[in-house]
């Protein structure tokens, strides 16, 4: 067999195409012409957003001290002054004047360095005025100030005022966290870069509540937690970093922040943000709430705020990270150069869409039969997807491009010996397993990853 080089994905482009072609992400409204920055994942990509939401879920709450909420996404329209987003929320914004662009001041090079538009050079700018990015809407039938409310822009709010509700109910003692995923809303001046940057996106966020003086201890051991994860899922290793915030980066609320980043095919951007909030949320909703915060630590007899710190990554982000990395093309040449393209994900199977694809080697009924059947049973453990059109080389690659670790091949041996061939996405190896025994075999192989 010819050697096989290995190509990674170089732009977001290819991806794309990938995703409406296979049914992961798609234009939302696209039959109207799509809304801009808005998608909608499709039959395969809403499987494995919930995949990364569960394994996420996992590592988080089943940790003997994190607990799970589910907050509303509309709050008290006080929440949104005292955690300092009704004034503190915003970007600059700047006009062009000529050819109409609006754009963000603070990380657009052209302007930063030359006072330019960045879309047509032009010099003719309005001066940065700051635009605030919560969505507002109305509450109730009349559309007056009074009855003015905010899409949540991130999800933490919902954490910090339930901090009692959580800790009488759990009786956990600090340190312990609260982590909840849920839609997050932001009227960003530049969203774009496909699922990336977008205006409606998820957020999985996590609070950790500690004792003031242990904060820098906790933000050290939830960014190797984190890094933990990021490791266990599979991702190389060599395209993730931290970036510390420097005093200018910091958010209104954090003391300490770094952000781990991801290698896009746009460059390193920010995929998790690890802050350290200190006691700033629970003072400020002490403050607005009149309601006492405090803890009060038994075993030494004091009071305290505690301080929080937190992880918050974007689910759609991070899905798009996990494609991004997991995208590879195996070119193998032939004695003419011809090349022969294998595009295959290399998604960890925990979080793969399909699990395992049962394919009957031919459409007689002898063998669909034992196949459908095949597939129903593996589907109550796992994601499973029966085909039988196009040749079993195309069905392979079929599944090798959705990222399917396994592929199950029910062929005229079968009939014999009441077994079927496994094919393996990565080393493409073939192995026979008894149909009695292929449940427990998939699920020893998945856990090996
Ligand atoms: N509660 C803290 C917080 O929201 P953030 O750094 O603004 O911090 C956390 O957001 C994460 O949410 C980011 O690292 C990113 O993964 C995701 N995120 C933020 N804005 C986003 C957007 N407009 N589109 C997609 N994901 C976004």
Redesign the pocket.
Known sequence: MSEVTVRRLTDLATLVSLSKRRGFVFQSSEIYGGLSSCWDYGPLGSQLKLNVKQAWWRAMTRRREICGIDAAILMHPTVWKASGHVDGFSDPLVDCKDCKTRFRADNTESYLNHQKCPNCGSKNLSEPRQFNLMFKTHMGPVEDQGSVIYLR????QGHFVNFQNCQVTTRYKIPFGIAAIGK?F?N?IT?GNF?????E?E?M?MQYFVKPGTDEKWFDTWKELRFCFYKKYGFRMENLRFHPHGPTEL?HYAKAAV?VQYLFPIGWS????I?NRSDFDLTQHSKFSGKNLEYFDEANKEKFVPYVI?T???C???VLAFLCDAYREEVTKDDKGQEDIRVVLGLHPELAPVKVAVLPLSKKEELTNIAEKLRDDLSLDMEAEYDESASIGKRYRRQDEIGTPFCVTVDFETLNDQAVTVRHRDTMKQERVAISQLTQYLQAKMKEF
């Open positions: 822009p991130e999800t933490a997050s932001r960003e969203p699922i990336f940057r977008t205006r996106f957020q966020e958010a952000d920010e995929l998790e943000g802050h937190e918050a990554v974007g759609d982000r991070l």
